[in-house]
């Protein structure tokens, strides 16, 4: 629509426009802020941080909380298994997804009606907590790899929108003219199916990937062994439950020093955690709304 | 339903190869997992009405029928529990249904592409932080003597707030960091449904000479009604389903008697404590609630307004 230009708006609308762009500018400085500070913080000076110096750029710059971050061996084993549960977890995700994905576009599929409604149950109704304990206990995957990988193979909600998202954008044509070219169900799904879902196999990753980096639940359920635990853990630990492993700062004398040290470390921790999901967001950004708009459409 | 009666004459035809059990292989993978992870703890369920004991077996544990539903109904502290759950869930949604639609239509009336751009961007971004890297923020900036917003409260003159250590705040701070980190990703689907609305109907109230607030009432909120309503089935329906991930994260000795919810407790008496049979019983209670209220809710929209889920 041709909006008219700001002078040419009666008064009413000026004033209606000027608290719009108010209101989002507070909204922005409301978010923006918190992040900035935990930056700044984290690459400043250790008293600076405790005595709230810091406001908005970083005081007395230093790298001594980053240093300390890979001094600290627990932190850098869970962000190794992290990457491990990330990378993994989500490859099986999107596998598993097109698997079910595929099937269940094809109208050539004389069962998908029911097997659709297998698995839409799901959404709606789950066993809860304990029973997924006991059935997790009873698999022998409690404190292994494999229960941060196999449980949650696969999201109904995600296996719904990639399945929407080919019924919708992959001509039926393509699939009759394979057929007749003698390609199989398989083939196709290789040759085609996978190659023109790019867009949303793009969504999907973020969507698996952030859940895999940003999972706690599952580790805090299942495992127990510290070589194991994910980033998430480790974080708990240091900011929520106030636990720093300060054996490599013994050196530092003052009290003061170590707790300007704790603090600095914690900072550092959620930058250093937060990394691989924020280099993930903007190449992905752009593809968001279309996720979210596929997943809307009812199917 | 027509074109499955036409794909089944062209199948009839005999011309293309049936294939059906390539997709059945495909899809057997995922079948057998959702079989043993879905269906499997739904069979689970029965612990809720038994006597459970790990020696004997879910399937040879002895029945107790609704003892243990009974139980968690009647007793003070579980009462007192599903009273929290209502009070967070309704809090909840109160604040954090309405918040997304103005956000989206702020971001629909801005012209500037560069600004609407970085509103989005920004908005959407705190949803992909982890949430215990959110509540590990919260509790560094919010600290009584070292967080940045009692010192910035110091600055201006006011008392500094022990914001973990106090129960009334307990609530707001839940919803409201809730708020910063969802608002945004949430509003997304009401701008893409404004982004919808019929230019024709905008150009005739321009005409008409309708100001731009209006035009928001008038033309902009009934056309994205249909999104609006089903948003808000779905937030009906998890009044009571208050996931443990943040909560838990949250909770401390001082503020316990308004953060222990339904999920929390179905963790911590069911896997903490073992005890299997009540937990269950708690946490089937909130899934069978959460269910009902989604159907009545609607059932309630397909009545009024036509638009609903199924």
Same mark, same amino acid.
């Given at each position: 629509m041709k909006q008219a230009k700001f002078r040419n708006m009666t008064l009413g609308d000026k004033i209606f426009t000027l608290i719009i762009y108010t209101m989002l500018s507070l909204i922005l400085v409301v978010i923006l802020y918190p992040l900035i500070y935990i930056v700044s913080a984290s690459f400043s000076d250790p008293q600076a941080v405790i005595s709230g110096e810091v406001l908005l750029f970083p005081v007395r710059p230093t790298l001594k909380g980053y240093i300390a971050v890979l001094q600290n061996k627990k932190i850098l084993t869970g962000f190794t298994n992290s990457l491990f549960y990330l990378v993994v977890g989500t490859i099986i995700n999107?596998? =598993?997804? =097109?698997?079910?994905?595929y099937p269940l576009s094809r109208r050539e599929f004389t069962a998908r009606g *029911?097997?659709?409604?297998?698995?839409?149950?799901? !959404?709606?109704?789950?066993?809860? !907590?304990?029973?997924?304990?006991?059935?997790? @206990?009873?698999?022998? =995957?409690? @404190?292994?790899? *494999?229960? =941060?990988?196999?449980? !949650?193979? !696969?999201?109904?909600? @995600?296996?719904?929108?990639?399945?929407?998202?080919?019924?919708?954008?992959?001509?039926?044509e393509l699939y009759e003219a394979s057929q007749i070219d003698g390609c199989t169900p398989f083939k196709y799904m290789m040759r085609v199916v996978v190659p023109l879902s790019k867009p949303i196999l793009a969504v999907l990753t973020l969507y698996y990937g952030v859940g895999r980096w940003n999972d706690y639940y599952t580790a805090m359920m299942y495992l127990n062994d510290d070589r194991l635990m994910p980033i998430t853990m480790v974080m708990r630990e240091i900011l929520i439950m106030g636990k720093v492993d300060m054996t490599k700062v013994q050196d530092a004398t003052a009290a003061a020093k170590l707790q300007g040290m704790s603090e600095l470390l914690k900072y550092s921790t959620i930058v250093v955690a937060c990394v691989p999901v924020m280099l993930l967001y903007p190449l992905i950004q752009k593809h968001l709304v279309k996720g979210v708009m596929v997943g809307s459409v009812k199917g | 339903m027509a074109k499955k009666t036409k794909h089944a004459s062209a199948a009839g035809g005999g011309r293309i190869k049936n294939y059906n059990w390539q997709f059945w292989l495909i899809i057997a993978l995922p079948m057998i997992y959702a079989f043993i992870f879905a269906y499997i703890p739904m069979g689970g369920i029965i612990i809720a009405f038994k006597d459970y004991s790990i020696r004997k077996g879910i399937l040879g544990s002895d029945w107790v029928g609704f003892k243990y539903f009974i139980q968690f109904l009647t007793s003070k502290s579980s009462v007192l529990v599903i009273k929290n759950t209502l009070a967070l869930g309704i809090y909840t949604m109160i604040v954090s249904f309405p918040i997304p639609i103005l956000l989206a239509i702020g971001i629909n009336e801005v012209r500037n592409k560069f600004f609407k751009k970085t509103v989005q961007m920004v908005t959407y971004a705190p949803y992909f932080i982890s949430i215990v890297v959110l509540v590990g923020m919260m509790m560094q900036m919010m600290d009584l003597r070292t967080g940045i917003i009692n010192v910035l409260l110091q600055k201006i003159g006011?008392?500094?707030?022990?914001?973990?250590?106090?129960?009334?705040?307990?609530?707001?701070?839940?919803?409201?960091?809730?708020?910063?980190?969802?608002?945004?990703?949430?509003?997304?689907?009401?701008?893409?449904?404004?982004?919808?609305?019929?230019?024709?109907?905008?150009?005739?109230?321009?005409?008409?000479g309708a100001t731009r607030l209006q035009r928001i009432m008038h033309v902009d909120i009934p056309s994205i009604l249909p999104t609006v309503i089903i948003m808000l089935?779905?937030?009906?329906?998890?009044?009571? /389903?208050?996931?443990?991930?943040?909560?838990?994260?949250?909770?401390?000795?001082?503020?316990?008697?308004?953060?222990e919810v339904i999920s929390t407790f179905v963790y911590k008496v069911g896997i903490v404590n073992a005890n299997f049979g009540f937990?269950?019983?708690?946490?089937?209670?909130? /899934?069978?609630? /959460?269910?009902?209220?989604?159907?009545?809710?609607?059932?309630?929209c397909r009545k009024i307004s036509d638009t609903s889920l199924w």
């Open positions: 999107l596998v =598993m997804t =097109m698997l079910c994905a *029911w097997i659709s409604k297998f698995f839409v149950f799901t !959404m709606y109704f789950s066993g809860g !907590m304990v029973p997924a304990y006991i059935l997790v @206990n009873r698999l022998h =995957m409690i @404190n292994t790899r *494999w229960v =941060m990988l196999i449980p !949650m193979a !696969m999201s109904t909600y @995600n296996m719904i929108i990639c399945r929407t998202y080919i019924v919708n954008t992959i001509p039926d | 006011m008392d500094p707030v022990n914001f973990f250590g106090d129960v009334k705040l307990f609530r707001s701070l839940y919803v409201w960091s809730g708020i910063w980190q969802t608002a945004g990703y949430s509003s997304i689907i009401y701008v893409a449904a404004l982004s919808g609305v019929s230019q024709e109907l905008q150009e005739a109230a321009v005409v008409d089935i779905f937030s009906c329906s998890n009044v009571v /389903s208050i996931g443990m991930d943040k909560i838990y994260l949250m909770q401390n000795t001082i503020n316990a008697p308004v953060s937990s269950t019983a708690a946490g089937l209670f909130q /899934s069978v609630v /959460s269910f009902l209220m989604l159907v009545i809710v609607n059932t309630i």
